[in-house]
């Protein structure tokens, strides 16, 4: 994520590079405060149930899903 998501915005253009250097520390911020179980638990704290997640791009992003009670 530090290196390779600024890397490959580079070759798309100067903006994306600048978003790659965003994104990474941001997906680690969030990772570090939202462990997946926690990330998980908070949804069924909300009231959701049958919570569920896959995660996405060598696990820089994550899908959550659950249903109302």
Do not use: Y
Request: no cysteine.
């Amino acid at each position: 994520m530090r290196v390779g998501l600024p890397a490959a915005g580079a070759v798309v253009s100067p903006g994306w590079r600048e978003v790659g250097r965003f994104l990474g520390p941001s997906i680690r911020d969030f990772w570090q405060r939202w462990p997946e179980p926690s990330l998980l638990d908070a949804w069924r704290e909300a009231g959701l149930t049958d919570v569920r997640a896959q995660r996405l791009s060598l696990g820089g992003g994550i899908v959550v899903w659950g249903r109302r009670a």
